[in-house]
C-alpha cells in the first residue's frame, strides 16, 4: 500500500490541494506523449494503486474507472506528434503536464512531479524520482496517462494496421522495425526525431 508521505508533509507545511503528475510514451517512436494530474482526497485507498508499469492492463483500466470516480480533479492532456517534432519530446512532455495542471477543476497549490525535472510549473512544484511507486497521487496520475495512451495506440492501429502499434505500443521492437522500413513512417503519427534510422538505412543503401 503506497502511503501519502509526501502529500501530508505538504498538506502540514499548508498546502491544501497537492496533485500527482506523470506521463506515458515519451519513448515510442509514434503518437503523442500524455500527461495527467491528479488531486486525491485525502487518506483515500484504492486497493491496487501503484505503478502502473507494475500493473497488468485489465488492472489498469479498473484502477482508470476507480481514479476517475474518487479524485478530487483529475486532468489528462496530450504533447501531439506535431509538438514533439516542432521542439522536443523533453519539452513537449513538460508542456502537457504543465497543462494537466491548469486545467484541473480544483486549482492545485503543489505538484507532486514523477521523474526528476519540474521545470517552470504555474504552481510550486518538485520532481520526485521514481515518484509512481511512492506517492499515491502520482501512482493515479501514471495510470491515467498510460492507459489513455494505451487506448490512442489502439486507435492508431486501426488506423495504420501494417505497424502492429496496439502490440508494441510504438516502442521500437524487431517487428515494429521491421514493419517501419517496409512501409515507410506515417508522417502524421511518427517522431521525426525518433526515425532517423530509416534516413540512415535509405543513405547507406543508396
Not at 83 to 103: G, K, Q
Not at 168 to 184: F, N, P, Q, V
Request: glycine share 8%.
Amino acid at each position: 500500500m503506497l502511503e501519502y508521505t509526501l502529500e501530508k508533509e505538504l498538506w502540514d507545511a499548508g498546502y491544501e490541494f497537492v496533485c500527482g503528475v506523470d506521463e506515458a510514451g515519451r519513448g515510442p517512436l509514434c503518437g503523442p506523449v500524455v500527461a495527467a494530474a491528479v488531486i486525491l482526497p485525502r487518506g483515500l485507498y484504492i486497493e491496487g494503486l501503484n505503478d502502473s508499469k507494475k500493473l497488468t492492463a485489465k488492472k489498469r483500466d479498473a484502477l482508470y474507472d476507480q481514479i476517475i470516480e474518487s479524485a478530487l480533479a483529475y486532468a489528462i492532456e496530450e504533447g501531439s506528434v506535431e509538438e514533439i517534432n516542432s521542439t522536443n519530446i523533453l519539452e513537449a512532455t513538460m508542456n502537457a503536464m504543465r497543462r494537466a495542471v491548469s486545467n484541473l477543476k480544483v486549482s492545485a497549490n503543489f505538484a507532486l512531479v514523477d521523474g526528476n525535472i519540474a521545470r517552470n510549473f504555474p504552481i510550486d512544484a518538485k520532481p520526485v524520482i521514481g515518484g509512481d511507486a511512492k506517492s499515491p497521487s502520482i501512482a493515479a496520475a501514471s495510470i491515467l496517462a498510460k492507459v489513455t495512451r494505451d487506448r490512442l495506440c489502439i486507435d492508431m492501429d486501426k488506423q495504420f494496421p501494417m505497424y502492429g502499434i496496439a502490440k508494441h505500443k510504438g516502442y521500437g521492437t524487431k517487428d515494429h522495425m521491421a514493419a517501419l522500413r517496409k512501409y515507410g513512417a506515417e508522417p502524421s503519427i511518427y517522431r521525426t526525431k525518433f526515425i532517423r534510422f530509416l534516413d540512415k538505412d535509405e543513405n547507406e543503401n543508396g
